[in-house]
């Protein structure tokens, strides 16, 4: 199942499959580590639409929930 | 020979600076510290390198000014030493394989070694070296690990031979990955656990509430225990006889009586009231503000050293948000709680021209610096905490408001947070004592001439008459307006050099609790200290000064009428 990675639950886990925004944007994920082929999981999200942190090998970002929208994702079976 | 120390944002370049120059350069564990680049020296054999200490960036295509400035840099050095943390080698390793495109010299320093291995995370340097053709030598900067042989090896920099095109930088970096890391799993630390916590929707501004109350706390009393038990006596016993000495030699009076030891009060010194450059002038700085500095930049050093300033970014972005400005817009504001200066300068991590305008404008207007805020709790103190709890809760509310109407007002975008958040770490002390003695000697060389000079010109004003006829002058204006006394004019008059010599001022005029209390606020907000404009002018540009400077005029006649009006109908 694909998902965007704001859609993501909590302590759920997916592979990134790609990015659905601009070329700058998808730059500045791959330069944070986040790039198709990586495992990520959802670590929490702030209320009232604020951020979301992900981790990423054992890393964590915090990013806008426009900017995790723009993140896809597999879901992975747990 | 110039050598530019290039990597990722806190990845620990600045701690190396200081290992490789031994020159003492402010490092810290959260994003966009070096946002002005450091210069230092290195021996190299019998030659002398220079060593820039570059702005940290991701990537060389640039999306703050920080990196602007990096990306500009790598043409003008010839060697390069990029400085990668070995705990997020991946991440890192983007920025090394662009920089070796460049075809610069180059050495990398696989930083944060020790810890690396402490996650389980095994990296062979020796493969990674002939993956990159250029030498790597495995450090740990806080401990000078690994420092002397990054030194002894920086003649074997290498342009390498690994070229690649931009979009297969990604897949040759996961194939160097898969030869070169080897991870074990380990079960979460406490730490992971506590990082967790910290950023939980619920739990964490819970968390962040208490961390920011005790801060406070900590601040203000530790700061008047200091005074009170430290540098009070001290002044007492050991400079107090040596003014009286020079008081009584002058003759008790004329004009450089007055501009070295001031008015005497009923046939006395006082420290704090007599307005003399060997008086007032050291004992302000000195005695009341040095301990507040001290004890506000080990806080705030410890909670960057631990890392938790990312985590509050993420935490407030939502409000930040509101705003026109993201989460970690409060760096700056945090900053500038120290000093604005500083505060200004690290609006430099911003991305948008917006964002820069409203975050330095609320700096400059809405966050007391620390030298102010020691000044004010002095000031307001002993009529008990609600007096300083209103100008607080005035210049909080004033920086939510403010923020929200610049935003509604401002063109431009505001872009999202992005942020990497590092791993706890348990502060190294002796970084954290030579950090927080570097800033506070930062403060006596940056703010004692200016103290002195404001005192000097105190005198000066008065025995020319210039203040009595500003007083009479805007008597009307602040009479009507924020029911304070003409004398109060002379005060917010130095209040443009130094804010803290004009609270300083206040103390003798015999205000009440709300003329305090509004004179506090009025010279928080109307107009930054010289130091702070200059800064500004340097950051914004002159049309958009000019602008924030009309929001100041607005907010400080708004706001100091409107307290006034309050504070009477409360009684005060």
Sequence with gaps: MCKNLAELGKGESGEVIGFDSGHMASRRFQSMGIRPGKIISRVSSQLMGGP????????QTA???????????????? | MRILLMGSPNVGKSAIFSRLTGTHVVASNYPGTTVEFTRGHLKMGEETAELIDVPGAYTLEPTNRAEEVA????????VIVNVVDATNLERNLYLTLQLLQTGKPMVVALNMWDEALEHGINIDAEDLEKHLGVPVIPTCAISGEGVKSLTDRLEEADQGDLKVVSEDIWQRIGEIIEDVQHIEYRHPTFRQVLSHATVHPLIGPFIAMLVLFLSFFFVIHTGEWLIGNVMEPAFELAWEPVTVWISAALGGEGFIHGVLIGDLIEGEIDMENSFGLLTTGLFIPIAVILPFIFCFYFILSLLEDIGYLPRLGVLIDTLMHRMGLHGLSIVPMMLGLGCNVPGAMAGRILETRKERFIALTLVSICVPCMAQIAMVAGLLGDAGITGLAVVFMTLLILWVALGVSMKYFLKGETPEILVDIPPYRLPYWKSLVKKVYMRMKGFVREALPYVLLGVFLVQLLYTLGIIALLDRAFTPVVQTLFGLPGTAVGPLIVGFLRKDVAVGMLAP????TRQLIVASVILVIYFPCAATFVVLFKELGIRDLLKASGVMIVVVTVVGTGLNALLRIAGL
């Design chain 1, 52 to 59: 979301v942190t992900v981790s990423v090998d054992g890393r």
């Design chain 1, 63 to 78: 990013m806008g929930r426009g900017m995790a929208a723009k993140v896809k994702v597999k879901v992975l079976n747990q």
């Design chain 2, 71 to 78: 990306v500009e840099m790598v043409d003008e050095g010839d």
């Design chain 2, 509 to 512: 005029l015999g205000l009440n």
